[in-house]
């Protein structure tokens, strides 16, 4: 990490405490490399090639030291490039295997072969066995069952099998039985061309007999790795491995283990927390042997890992349009198995219904699916030939109800209005802990109650970029009140030389400034995120400046396309200000401003509505300067870069800015790398679930959920799914990139509460597996669902008709959508390429005529702020009326105006 430009204060602030984490994990692997090496690397290596893979185990541990696609045999999914540090006892290796066995008290008792290192003892091998041994030399002596690992071809694919019998007379409960999943995900030491090259992230699908885990290189390309469960292997849950000591940070989520029996986490570490799964345990009666076996299958990338999964013959379901389900939405379900299926099981009951519908041409079992209680809902199929797939869902209120309710929270109980506060946060919408119902106006990490950074400004980003799917003007009338009196002039310097400069926080620490007991005693201060009245007045973070430029262009967007929702300032100010702040980026936080910024779409969106306006001069020197940074990104491998070593937020903008500039080498890139940490599968919480895991720490409550934790669904989702639907719309054959689109919109805004409250983002660990208790950063994310909330009238050649964001009737050829986003202003109709949206008014139905490519737009009565809509077609068509800034306006009727295209 570049120690550049230390006078921008968050710049040395953020570095020090980042490479802060990184100096404690290099203290930790020095202070493990002196440690005694047991797992016997010394000795001779055992190397396998298989059809598939090139497999290379350590032969004291028979543990695998190296996993390599014959394709490209210098790529190793597996840390072997670590091997010589990570040769410790408790360090984890992938041939590990972690069980919980009931003893003769009725007790829980641990047993690891990670734990304490022997040479295991090898067992003969013959046929198809490649290697195996008896895992006892590296178990304790007390355990009840022996363990013997086998490494074998299947039909010519890679198995790795656990048999375990049961040694004694009487009975024995396996309350919990995990393999970890060591591939390499430690980033450490490393530049983001090395990390896209050389390093793996994998996904769970804890879907029970039909799980999977996928792992992807950072850089999209390649072959994935899919685990699959081979016998008595059902994903049931997904443990974090913290036991292991490699200590995790920005470089390094942790590494988990793929659990098939969890009952006995359940009823201690994990006791009283709704898990994906219900936990189970085995009982082995005496003698008793079970074999528990994983297979390794190569995909030839990440968008055909359904087909692989059809291949091997493995349960695949596809939700449209995804997992979380507004509860006016009927759903679709397709389910793809050799088998029959035999049950459905709904918990809780009465939580979905789920009606056939028939198949599909191919053979795919359709289902309807509607969400009927507010919440978590689990789907079981239970096929004929016995196995078992769990589909996790989220059903959330109607779209308009969401915003609605999430808009009133934000403007009534997290809006902070205290005339006597000494920082001058008020009024404004400020960080909210929904577990003690209260404003948070005091944190030791000052940004959070400081109205700045990602978790400061969430909360007034998010009451603002609510008005543009909603607005109320109401809400509308407090939040002029934030602009005059705390952004303008305090968030955001008006005057002298950092004019339109952005501050870091608004509060502070300094103690000896201001009147005692301005401060908690019960706050710890001493930290280095406790910053001074000169740091947090410090305007050199760039991530603080797309908030405020984003709530600029609402405010304009407002004034410009509505009759008397904004009457504080003129349309043009508005406008010039998100000019001005965006080019205050660019001259006063140079550092920063050279990466990808989360939000930074809204760059481009001021630039377009500059050039609606025809302010030519603002317009070219808006894009002169983008197009510099977009150029430098041009130059670079994989310009992802922020102050994090690697980041998940960039891509948004840099592949916005690419494509705009024609660099669509550069667009397919960034594209490729949202794919490798943004899958789809059947489960709402990583359905589109962009990897983020740090920002717990930084966004998030402080406390003990205060960690390095995969985060579901925090503002990368809605903001990776921006570039994702934007290709989907140049190329609407990829399915794919709807559905991993179109989870992480929806996902977007899956973990708002049904009283409104919106949080950081919801916790994975199994501990938890509930929302953060602030608001924090969340604004990001809901700044990524408000500019991208669409809907999507899409055929598939085998699924047929399918809506995003709209419920579909069918007469004939004639296919009706009709729409259920909140804003309903932007629809996209695939078979004719084309892309509608509208500054004001909304969209109730689009019909269209497939045997005639007729398309019918069906508008919504006009209203009191909004009489005209305004239309923008992407896409061939002419309509008769005039155009304003570029728009069909369009004066609306008091019902509804029919527009055929």
Not at 293 to 298: H, R, Y
Not at 378 to 401: C, F, H, M, S, W
Request: aromatic residues 12%.
């Amino acid at each position: 990490m570049e120690m550049k430009h230390k006078k921008y204060g968050l710049a040395l602030v953020c570095c020090l405490a980042i490479l802060s984490g990184l100096q404690a994990q290099r203290t930790y692997w020095n202070r493990v490399e002196n440690r005694e090496s047991t797992l016997g690397i010394a000795d001779v290596y055992q190397k396998f090639s298989t059809p598939d893979f090139q497999l290379k185990l350590v032969k004291a541990s028979q543990t695998v030291a190296a996993l390599r696609p014959n394709s490209e045999p210098y790529f190793d999914f597996t840390p072997g490039e670590r091997l010589e540090i990570r040769d410790k006892d408790s360090l984890y290796h992938l041939g590990d295997i972690n069980l919980r066995i009931k003893n003769v008290e009725g007790i829980w008792k641990s047993y690891s072969t990670a734990t304490s290192r022997a040479v295991v003892k090898p067992l003969e091998v013959s046929g198809s066995v490649l290697a195996a041994a008896d895992l006892a030399n590296t178990l304790p002596s007390d355990i009840p069952v022996s363990v013997k690992r086998y490494y074998e071809l299947d039909n010519d694919q890679l198995i790795m099998r656990f048999e375990i019998s049961n040694k004694q007379n009487t009975p024995v409960e396996i309350g919990a039985l995990g393999i970890p999943m060591i591939f390499n995900n430690i980033l450490e030491g490393k530049s983001l061309t090395e990390t896209h090259a050389q390093n793996v992230f994998f996904d769970p699908y804890m879907g029970k007999d039909a799980g999977y885990l996928e792992v992807k290189r950072l850089s999209g390309r390649g072959p994935a790795l899919l685990v699959l469960p081979k016998e008595n292997m059902g994903f049931e849950a997904y443990r974090p491995l913290l036991d292991d000591p490699t200590p995790k940070s920005i470089v390094f989520e942790g590494f988990h283990e793929w659990m098939a029996h969890s009952k006995a986490y359940a009823e201690k570490e994990w006791q009283g927390v709704e898990q994906w799964n219900n936990p189970t345990s085995l009982i082995l009666q005496p003698k008793e042997t079970k074999n528990f076996s994983l297979k390794f299958v190569l995909s030839e990338g990440i968008k055909n890992i359904q087909e692989t999964l059809v291949k091997e013959e493995h349960p695949v379901a596809v939700g449209v349009p995804g997992y979380v389900l507004p509860q006016d939405v009927e759903g679709q379900l397709f389910v793809d198995y050799k088998s029959e299926v035999a049950s459905l099981e709904i918990e809780p009951k009465g939580s979905l219904e789920v009606k056939e519908n028939g198949k599909t041409p191919s053979g795919k079992k359709k289902y309807r699916v509607q969400g009927k209680k507010w919440g978590r809902a689990r789907l079981t199929i239970t096929y004929a030939d016995g196995v078992e797939q769990t589909i996790n869902y989220k059903t959330i209120k109607p779209e308009t109800e969401v915003i609605k309710d999430f808009g009133h929270f934000l403007t009534t109980e997290q809006w902070f209005d205290d005339p006597n506060d000494p920082f001058g946060r008020n009024p404004s919408a400020i960080t909210y802990d929904y577990e003690k119902k209260e404003q948070v106006v005091q944190d030791e990490r000052v940004w959070i109650s400081g109205l700045s950074d990602e978790g400061g400004a969430g909360s007034w980003l998010a009451a603002i970029m609510k008005q543009l799917v909603q607005p109320n003007k109401e809400e509308i009338q407090k939040l002029q009140g934030f602009v005059d009196e705390t952004l303008w002039g305090g968030i955001q310097y008006n005057e002298g030389p950092h004019k339109y400069g952005v501050k870091k926080s608004i509060y502070y620490y300094e103690p000896d400034s201001l009147p005692k007991g301005t401060y908690s005693d019960k706050i710890n201060y001493k930290t280095w995120a406790a910053w001074d009245h000169k740091h947090a007045n410090d305007p050199g973070r760039s991530y603080n400046y797309p908030h405020v430029a984003a709530a600029y262009w609402v405010m304009y967007r407002l004034s410009r396309y509505h009759q008397g929702l904004v009457d504080n300032r003129s349309w043009d100010w508005y406008l010039e200000n998100a000019y001005h702040t965006s080019v205050a980026m660019v001259e006063q936080a140079p550092y920063y401003a050279q990466f990808g910024q989360m939000e930074g779409s809204v760059f481009l969106f001021i630039l377009e509505d500059l050039k609606n306006e025809g302010l030519a001069e603002m317009a070219t020197d808006l894009e002169k300067r983008m197009k510099e940074r977009a150029d430098h990104w041009k130059a670079l491998d994989y310009p992802f870069g922020s102050e994090m070593p690697w980041d998940s937020t960039g891509q948004e903008e840099v592949y916005m800015w690419s494509s705009h500039f024609g660099y669509d080498r550069k667009a397919m890139v960034t594209l490729n790398a949202i794919l490798a940490y943004m899958p789809t599968m059947p489960h709402w919480g990583y359905n589109g679930n962009a990897r983020r895991y740090w920002d717990f720490l930084y966004g998030g409550k402080a406390g003990e959920t205060s960690r390095v934790e995969r985060q579901i669904h925090h503002y990368g989702s809605s903001l990776n799914a921006i570039p994702v639907l934007s290709h989907f719309r140049k190329k609407p054959d990829d399915l794919y990139l709807l559905k991993v689109g179109y989870g992480g919109l929806l996902g977007g805004i899956s973990n708002i509460t049904q009283d409104g409250f919106g949080p950081a983002a919801f916790h994975s660990y199994p501990s938890t597996l509930k929302i953060d208790g602030i608001s924090g950063d969340y604004g990001s994310g809901f700044y990524g669902y408000a500019v991208n909330t669409s809907s999507y009238l899409v055929k598939d050649e085998d699924m047929g008709w399918l809506a995003f964001g709209g419920n579909l009737s069918q007469k004939g050829d004639v296919v009706e959508m009709e729409l259920t986003t909140a804003a309903r202003s932007k629809v996209y109709i695939a078979p004719k390429k084309l892309w509608l949206t509208l500054d004001a008014g909304s969209f109730e139905k689009v019909i269209y005529k497939e045997s005639t490519g007729e398309v019918t737009l069906i508008l919504g009565a006009r209203t009191a702020h909004a009489p005209n809509a305004y239309l923008r077609m992407d896409g061939e068509a002419e309509l008769p009326y005039p155009k304003v800034r570029g728009a069909y306006e369009i004066a609306m009727d008091k019902k509804e105006t029919v527009i055929k295209l």
